[in-house]
């Protein structure tokens, strides 16, 4: 096992805080992934990382797409995302405006055009911070399995909004299996840019569902 610098300790610490913050009701938990986009950048340079290395290699995408298991593990999100609308639209009608209330702050539902490049630096973004930083930090002292799910309890409780207990917690259970998906596809190729698009794929198509179906 390798060893955390002391730099990306104090940032994964601050990720870590911002993410418990959704439960006393303070909003900025969503600022865990602008520091750590920025930190990723830093701690590379800090590291000296080579981008074959770094976990945001754009020439490795075509290599890591030749993949059968990597399109099997992609579709996986998009799955899940249809189970969890399919039930709510049965069982759970306040589920779809719980969500919607969620993400309407972050994206334009009634600009297309907008909405898609929103989804596109949203998902890229979350990537970047919580799989190619906060992930592929953790895993430098923790075996792969407790590092996905500690990673993805703590990206999920940063989708944490207030609302009915149920509703809130069937949100976040899609949300923390979903990230456990793209944390195992970021293992597998050791590419944010393959794990943003399964992120952006699967976000795209629960927005379609969701808003315009």
Do not use: C
């Not at 972050?106 to 799989?131: C, N, P, T, Y």
């Amino acid at each position: 096992m390798q060893n955390i610098n002391r730099m990306s300790l104090t940032v994964m610490s601050i990720m870590v805080v911002l993410s418990f913050t959704n439960f006393f009701g303070v909003k900025i938990a969503g600022a865990a992934v602008m520091i750590g986009v920025i930190f990723f950048f830093i701690n590379k340079a800090y590291e000296k990382q080579p981008i074959s290395d770094s976990g945001l290699d754009v020439k490795a995408i075509g290599t890591n797409l030749k993949s059968r298991s990597i399109w099997f593990w992609m579709a996986l999100p998009i799955i899940m995302d249809a189970i969890s609308i399919s039930i709510s639209k049965l069982f759970l009608p306040e589920y779809i405006d719980h969500v919607l209330a969620r993400t309407e702050i972050f994206v334009s539902f009634d600009k297309v055009i907008i909405l898609v490049f929103q989804l596109i630096i949203l998902a890229l973004g979350e990537e970047i911070a919580w799989r190619a930083f906060f992930q592929k930090q953790l895993n430098k002292v923790l075996p792969i399995v407790p590092t996905l799910l500690l990673s993805s309890l703590l990206f999920a409780f940063g989708h944490i909004t207030e609302g009915n207990t149920f509703i809130v917690v069937y949100d976040i259970f899609f949300v923390f299996i979903n990230s456990v998906l793209y944390g195992v596809i970021f293992y597998k190729t050791n590419n944010a840019w393959v794990s943003g698009i399964s992120h952006f794929l699967a976000n795209l198509f629960s927005v379609i569902i969701l808003v315009f179906l």
